[in-house]
C-alpha cells in the first residue's frame, strides 16, 4: 500500500477518535440535563387558560405527562389549584383531599358532584419555572423538533428518580462524567460509542505503525520504535473495559479498586502512546518533511509536554491532596475533553 493511503486512513481515524469519544460524553451530559433539569407536568393549557369545568379538568388528569407542555412560571404544588362550589366557595387542594378522605369518596366526577364543586381554578405566580423546559432553549429546541421523544423521555423521567439538577460540570463539577452515562438512556449511548472508540483508537495507532513500517521497507527512514503501538493498544483495551464496566454495581471494594486501576491504565498508556509516536516523529522529521507540517509537530510537542505536566500534577493532587469532589468532577470532564486534542493535531499534522 502506498504512503499517501496510509496517511488517508490516518487522518480519518484521527478526526473520528477525536469526534466520537467527545460526542459520547457530551451527549449523555445533554440527556442528563434534558431529564435532570427539567420536570414532567400534567398537560393542561399553561399560561393559556386558568380555568377548567370538572368535565375538563378529570380529563386532563387522564391524560398522560409531558415535559414540552409545561407552565414557563412557578406554582406552589399545594396551591395551584382552587377549586369552585356551586354555592361560590372555593376549597383548596388540601380541603379537597380532606372531604373525599372524610366521605370515603373517589376522585372522579361523581364526587366532585356530591361535593358541588363544577370548576378549577389553576394559579400561576410571576416568576420563571427553572423547571419547565421552554426555559431552556435547546432542550426545548431539540424536543420541540424531535416531538415523538417527548413521551420516551418523559416515562423515563416518570419511572427514574436517579436523574439530578446539572448546571455545567466542565466549570462546576456537579455531576461526574459516570454519573450522566450510567443509567438508561445514556448508557446505550455511552457504552458502544466509547468501545467504538476504542476500535478506532487501535485502528488510528495500527495505521501509524503500517505507515512507519512502510517508510522504513522503502528506506525513507532507517528505523522506528514500536513501543507506541503496543502502549496505544493497550490504551484501546483499557478504554473498551472501562466502558463495559459503567453501571456495574457490586458492593465489592475490590470491584471499586479495578475499575480504578482500570482508568489509571488507560491514561497511563495513551499518554505514553502519545509521547513515544511524537518522538519517533521528531526524529525522523527532516526525512518526512514532505509529508509533514512542522508547526502542527511543534504543537503535537508542546501538547504531550502539556498533558503529561498536568497529568503528574492532578495524579499528586489526588493522591497527597484532598480535593473536592466538585474539583474531581471539573478536572475529570476538562481533563478527557482535553486529551481527544491529540487526534485533532494529528489531522492536521499531514499534509493533504
Known sequence: MKTEQFLKKIKNY????????????????????????????????????????????LLVKSKNYSLLNCPEKKYD????????????????????KFLIKKNSL??????????????????????????????HRFSYFFLNTFKPLDKFFTNIKINNANFGKVKNPYIYG???????????PTTFIFKPLIILSAFFLFLYWKNNLNLLTNLKNQNTISNFSKKFFYFGLLSCIFLAFHAAFLGLDFESKLFDTVRKLIIISFIIFEIFAQILLVKNLYE?????????????????????????ATTCIAFSILIFGDPSTAFKHILEWNYFAFLLFYYLLSRLLWKP
Open 14 to 57: 484521527s478526526i473520528v477518535s477525536f469526534l466520537l469519544p467527545l460526542i459520547a460524553i457530551n451527549l449523555c451530559l445533554f440527556i442528563y440535563q434534558l431529564l435532570g433539569n427539567n420536570e414532567h407536568y400534567r398537560q393542561f393549557d399553561w399560561g393559556i387558560k386558568s380555568e377548567y369545568s370538572i368535565q375538563e379538568y
Open 77 to 96: 404544588r399545594l396551591k395551584v389549584y382552587t377549586y369552585h362550589t356551586t354555592d361560590n366557595k372555593t376549597l383548596s387542594i388540601a380541603e379537597l
Open 106 to 135: 373517589e376522585k372522579n366526577i361523581n364526587s366532585f358532584k356530591k361535593l358541588k364543586i363544577n370548576k378549577v381554578e389553576i394559579k400561576l405566580s410571576d416568576e420563571v419555572n427553572d423547571s419547565c423546559i421552554k426555559n
Open 174 to 184: 456537579d455531576a461526574s462524567i459516570s454519573r450522566t452515562a450510567r443509567n438508561f
Open 284 to 308: 525522523i522529521k527532516q526525512k518526512i518533511q514532505i509529508y509533514i507540517n512542522f508547526f502542527i509537530l511543534k504543537l503535537k510537542i508542546a501538547f504531550v509536554i502539556i498533558i503529561f
